[in-house]
DNA sequence: CTGAAAGCGCTAACAC
DNA sequence: GTGTTAGCGCTTTCAG
């Protein structure tokens, strides 16, 4: 069969392959397969005869080609910093529906968090003619940025805001107010008056900073005062917020602001080291949202981002190009557990 | 400035720019900026001369065009199911990192589990002309590798087996038996010696079929009798198992072996409308791993798949092209709680 | 060491 | 209604 020598030579079918066959010519045929026949007012007939062969060739056009005659790439890329949380995982998700939904192709990539990998990653959606790039978590978003507008590429940042692109991220301050309230008042059940401890992330983060402000704000307005060895930002691993907490002095009670799901695994692990009776006078709260943490004794609630809200915002932002110089704040959920 | 307004119509930069910039030729500009200029003795001089106007005038390669060109394309697909999972998180994360330290290019989708859109997302990495693709999860494996198969592309199942091609699978038969044997011991200490419940996932599906299969081996090798009703497969939500959990009838003892993730969740929820005298007589182990369910109270264990092994298989597969025909299983992680 | 030129597969004027 | 043709931006012989 012709196919098989064609796949043993490594060559794919062609419009032109098409075209001998149904004894037409490539524009007929490239019509037709991209759907603009209509506009070309080709026959019903030759287009289902096309059509047919098509389907019996195994055709599958050239994107790499379509696109360089194109104007339009109808891509859009977006860079995450990790999948394996379920932040992350569902922005890419959902940012994959939508995009379909509005007939784009998404690319997502997602970066480990290496400045390098990002830059890298951003130049190859750019290469690949990317119409925009939603940049998620980045750790330098104006760098991206300045290569994306080297390229005239729209950039927007997600979650962490930019000073060079617009940014849509969390309202990380009313966030952390509301969890820290709630905290503070599930406490008073255990009979814990005291100041929250704040645990998670490194101070020079953005949205660690903001969050920080908005807890120790709460607790400034309910007139408890809060230690300074209260707040351990060691960074964003579980480890690191294992350590902290098992260096602090044995407390009867406490209650505690966990910064991010990844530190909370660090307090989790470290909660199991307790007695009975401490765990029983522990109360925590985390920033960010998990299925599983929810189900956690000790927790009272977490923080859930508006994904869905933050990515629509995106999108209305690709579509009309509006520009405001200001983050975009996003709303979060407080779902107490 | 010159960029200024190519910016503004548009227009990106291209190696002719770039020849003209440099008074030199575009093939000359073409292999300084790929790579390939050693290759053809271009001087250091030269070669600095267009780097150098290349950075400035912020030039990027137009990727479609140089694959268009190029004989490979060195672009690596993979299908999964979801992101939203630490499962399918790490294969999709790891998948990227390997194929970047291959030199490889890869663009990894995710179908939400519809047969349609594998089928729209395979037909798009075809057309990008992807060299390979690993479909993990997918519904219908057999016919994406169809599709490959017709364009010349190596396909790939993963976690779930086709009998189109070459497949790397958990060894889901071993890890439900090794899951089932820990379960069955810490019900000892809890004083129940009865069968387990089996709770997750279709039984039309291929790898709770397997796990259900291990399950009962070990049950009957111990001599254990599993009554019919305590195999429960209402697929893969945690509502179903909440409600398949809520649909049993009272005992003061029992244990479960909980088939996903997804399954756990509607177990837990269900577990904490217990009281806590039935809650203490509770173990439960799951197929699948997840940091915080690892944490929580009644879990006796978690069965890791081993994705690294897996995905390091499977790219030895593109490597030598050695197409096995049965399936290629690798060990799960048996990681007690 | 370097440049000219052909062509990858497709799209979109334009011609008939 | 349909075919011809001129590129899209790049890589790669082939000549010098």
Redesign the pocket.
């Known amino acids: 069969m012709a196919e098989d020598s064609r796949i043993l030579a490594g060559?794919?079918?062609?419009?032109?392959?098409?075209?001998r066959l149904?004894?037409?010519?490539?524009?007929?045929?490239?019509?037709v397969?991209?759907g603009?026949?209509q506009k070309?007012?080709?026959?019903?007939?030759?287009?289902a005869k096309i059509t047919e062969i098509a389907e019996r060739e195994g055709?599958?056009?050239?994107?790499?080609?379509?696109?360089?005659?194109?104007?339009r790439s109808n891509i859009v890329g977006m860079i995450v910093p990790k999948y394996d949380n379920r932040y992350f995982g569902s922005i890419a998700e959902q940012f994959e529906a939508i995009s379909r939904a509005r007939g784009l192709f998404p690319v997502v990539t997602c970066t480990q968090r290496e400045p390098a990998l990002e830059v890298e990653a951003a130049k190859e959606l750019i290469s690949f003619q990317a119409e925009c790039l939603i940049a998620t978590g980045a750790t330098d978003p104006d760098h991206l940025t300045a290569l994306c507008e080297a390229a005239g590429v729209l950039s927007i940042n997600l979650d962490l805001p930019g000073n060079a692109a617009v940014s849509v991220i969390s309202d990380n301050y009313g966030g952390a107010r509301e969890l820290t309230a709630l905290i503070l008042d599930r406490c008073r059940e255990i009979g814990y008056e005291g100041a929250l401890h704040f645990v998670g992330g490194r101070p020079s983060d953005h949205n660690t900073a903001v969050r920080l402000r908005g807890f120790l704000d709460v607790h400034h307005a309910r007139g408890i005062a809060v230690p300074e060895d209260h707040v351990l930002v060691p960074g964003y691993s579980a480890d690191r917020a294992e350590q902290a907490m098992k260096s602090l002095s044995p407390r009867d009670a406490m209650g505690i602001f966990v910064n991010s799901t990844i530190s909370l695994e660090g307090v989790v692990r470290w909660s199991q080291g307790l007695n009975d009776a401490a765990r029983q006078r522990l109360r925590y709260g985390c920033f960010d949202y998990d299925p599983f943490a929810a189900l956690l004794p000790s927790n009272v609630g977490m923080v859930q981002q508006n994904i869905s809200k933050m990515l629509e915002t995106a999108f209305d932002i690709m579509d009309t190009r509006r520009h405001p110089s200001e983050p975009i704040l996003v709303p979060c959920v407080l779902r107490p557990c």
């Open positions: 060559k794919r079918t062609t419009i032109y392959d098409i075209a149904a004894e037409t010519s490539a524009s007929a045929v490239s019509s397969l991209n603009s026949w070309r007012r080709i026959s019903k007939r030759l287009a055709y599958s056009a050239n994107a790499q080609a379509s696109l360089l005659r194109r104007a």
